[in-house]
């Protein structure tokens, strides 16, 4: 085994075993929260609040290829999926597929 090899092998396990670690310490620790608590409220707002900013960043600053399409067309693509996801019982599959198919199409034919 070569040693780029051997290293990503490496890589790939210690970084396993942190996302499993976190995982299993979050599901032992999270019998003791309720979910009316102040701190998973304050918790929950945090990650919401995250989740926002990369995807505000992801749509006014990107990077790589979808910076070569227009902020219109993302923002076009947005609102589309959030008015899709909206109406179809806040299912994730149907709008992140379609906005996938529409980013591709206004693309490549505006």
Not at 73 to 86: C, Y
Request: aromatic share 12%; proline share 2%.
């Amino acid at each position: 085994m070569s040693e780029i090899s051997s290293n990503i092998i490496l890589v790939i396990l210690v970084t396993s075993f942190a996302t499993y670690l976190s995982r299993f310490l979050g599901v032992v620790s999270s019998e003791k929260i309720k979910e009316t608590s102040k701190i998973f409220k304050w918790f929950n707002c945090i990650a919401y609040s995250v989740l926002a900013a990369l995807i505000a960043r992801v749509i006014v600053f990107p990077a790589g290829e979808l910076s070569e399409s227009d902020i219109f067309i993302r923002l076009f693509v947005v609102v589309v999926s959030v008015v899709m996801f909206l109406f179809n019982k806040r299912n994730l599959v149907y709008p992140t597929v379609l906005s996938a198919i529409l980013l591709a199409l206004l693309n490549n034919y505006l």
